[in-house]
């Protein structure tokens, strides 16, 4: 089973920035394509971010796209997800996923590991 364990979210102040983490024991590491959703409440979770696992292909939400960068260390079994100039509306629970050799897919039902989720809010 894979585990994936999220950290560093938090409260920031609109404009500010926040480094979230993803990391796994999984030795494999290397063949998962890794992605951020987040899921605000009353809303459906949505794909923020995401990283293939074999070629350099990311994928971005159109609102985040300029703001955030995903980036992975296979070394290190650790998915970062570095988000600057951060807005009220990107307030939301973070979820860490991943798909084994899986492509950069906007739907969640498309990857089968799932985090527990970290709180980033944003305030005006």
């Not at 923020?48 to 159109?62: G, M, P, Q, S, T």
């Not at 300029?66 to 939301?92: C, H, W, Y």
């Amino acid at each position: 089973q894979v585990q994936l364990v999220e950290s560093g979210g938090g409260f920031v102040q609109a404009g500010g920035f926040l480094r979230l983490s993803c990391t796994t024991s999984v030795i494999t590491f290397s063949r998962y394509t890794m992605a951020w959703f987040r899921q605000a409440p009353g809303k459906e979770r949505e794909l923020v971010a995401a990283i293939h696992w074999n070629e350099d292909r990311k994928r971005y939400l159109d609102s985040v796209a300029g703001r955030f960068t995903i980036s992975r260390d296979d070394v290190a079994n650790r998915m970062s997800l570095q988000m600057d100039r951060l807005k009220p509306e990107d307030s939301a629970t973070y979820y860490c996923a991943a798909n084994e050799r899986g492509n950069t897919a906007a739907s969640a039902e498309d990857y089968v590991h799932w985090g527990q989720g970290t709180r980033v809010t944003v305030s005006s």
